[in-house]
């Protein structure tokens, strides 16, 4: 039989298929479409806890300087300063240049806000800048 060949046993066994020239090489496509598609995957996941992570982190440091500057020995100029302190220990510099305060009045109670503006993180930590816009606020005591 053509394409069957026979062992020493006597059983006879198929010829491996053989595969078109128009497959060769496919499966190496194939590999890196599929990478390249779970790469890009991989990095936009990364990408955004890293801006969620800033995010965060603008938020604590902003209300943390509220309350800081709400305190009664304290002024809205020293809760900029421990906003821009912490947003400067924990990321970095060029998030803490756009801090402003602000007196707000919630629900008939005096607050102190403090507003951060910062680049929103696209890729890496480089972004468009003042984007990112938090708030945090602390009730004024005295």
């Known amino acids: 039989m053509p394409g069957h060949r026979t062992d020493p046993g006597g059983k006879a066994e198929s010829a491996p298929a ?3 020239p128009d497959e060769r090489g496919s499966a190496v496509v194939d590999f890196v479409m599929v990478g390249a598609l779970v790469t890009v995957f991989f990095l936009a996941i ?3 806890t890293l801006v969620l992570h800033i995010r965060n ?4 440091a902003a209300s943390s300087g509220a309350r800081h500057g709400a305190l009664a020995d304290r ?3 020293d809760a900029r300063e421990r906003t821009a302190g912490l947003i ?4 970095n510099g060029e998030f803490a240049r756009d801090i402003t305060t602000a007196e707000a009045t919630f629900q008939g ?3 102190l ?3 951060v503006r910062a680049p929103l993180p696209v890729i890496g930590l480089i972004g468009p800048a003042a ?3 938090v708030k945090g606020h602390a009730a004024v005591s005295g």
Do not use: C, F, M, N
């Not at 982190?57 to 604590?60: A, Q, R, S, V, Y």
């Not at 400067?88 to 990321?91: K, R």
């Open 18 to 20: 053989r595969t078109s």
């Open 46 to 48: 990364i990408q955004l």
């Open 57 to 60: 982190t603008l938020i604590d």
């Open 75 to 77: 002024t809205p100029a």
């Open 88 to 91: 400067g220990t924990a990321l």
């Open 109 to 111: 109670v005096r607050t």
């Open 113 to 115: 806000e403090v507003t």
């Open 131 to 133: 984007v990112l816009e």
